[in-house]
């Protein structure tokens, strides 16, 4: 059974650092994985997708990698700001479709 | 532009009372997914479809039914509901050929089982 385990579950950092949040999974045999943030009280939104012949994406400040081997995906953060703050989901994809959720890092940039 | 769409946002039942979750999507999606989000146990899914007509059930689908009568909706339904059910659904699509596209998450449903 695939389990996806996201390390540290929170993170305080003051603004401006750089920073790098991590998921492991246990079953290599993912097709992607796609990272999501979610604000308190609301929806996931969908930040970067990582097919699984991809290395890694990027998308403004927001770097994420993919090392399939090893099951480990990190998502870089450059020059955090207070409104990075939120909860970081990562998802691998178990089959086409199927999403495989971590409990995710909860992020505080501190002004 | 839409996207995945949930009604209600918000939800109180009392424990055997029945309900329908509602969802609907305008991106023509063919597959559409729930989960159910719970402090400590992360996302969880619950049911999903490849189209209209075609349904599954995913990890947790006890107490829970779902059906899919057209490509837009994919309702999601508690014959009888239980406190264990206190939860936040989500409903999620996306294209079914389309790996290089990432699932739309829908706002969610706060339901609370008294």
């Known amino acids: 059974k695939q389990e996806v385990t996201q390390i540290p579950a929170a993170l305080s950092v003051p603004e401006g650092e750089n920073l790098v949040l991590n998921c492991s999974f246990t079953?290599?045999?993912?097709?992607?994985l796609q990272w999501f943030r979610q604000d308190p009280g609301k929806g996931l939104t969908s930040l970067l997708l990582i097919q699984s012949s991809q290395r890694e994406q990027t998308s403004g400040r927001l770097n994420a990698s993919l090392d399939k081997s090893s099951g480990r995906s990190t998502l870089y953060i450059a020059a955090s700001q207070p409104g990075d703050s939120a909860t970081y989901l990562c998802a691998v994809y178990q089959g086409a479709q199927k999403l495989v959720f971590g409990q995710g890092t909860r992020l505080t940039i501190n002004p | 532009n839409a996207g995945v769409t949930q009604t209600p946002k918000f939800q109180v039942l009392k424990t055997g009372q029945s309900m329908t979750l509602q969802c609907a999507q305008d991106m023509n999606h063919e597959y559409m997914s729930w989960y159910r989000q719970d402090p400590g146990m992360g996302l969880r899914l619950i049911h999903y479809?490849?189209?209209?007509?075609?349904?599954d059930q995913g990890e947790v689908p006890n107490g829970y039914n779902v059906s899919r009568s057209t490509t837009e909706d994919f309702p999601l339904r508690l014959l009888s509901a239980a406190p264990s059910q206190t939860s936040v659904y989500f409903c999620?699509?996306?294209?079914?050929?389309?790996?290089?596209?990432?699932?739309?998450f829908g706002d969610g449903t706060r339901l609370s089982i008294l």
């Open positions: 079953d290599s045999a993912i097709y992607n």
């Open positions: 999620a699509s996306r294209p079914l050929l389309g790996l290089d596209q990432p699932q739309h």
């Open positions: 479809s490849v189209g209209a007509g075609i349904t």
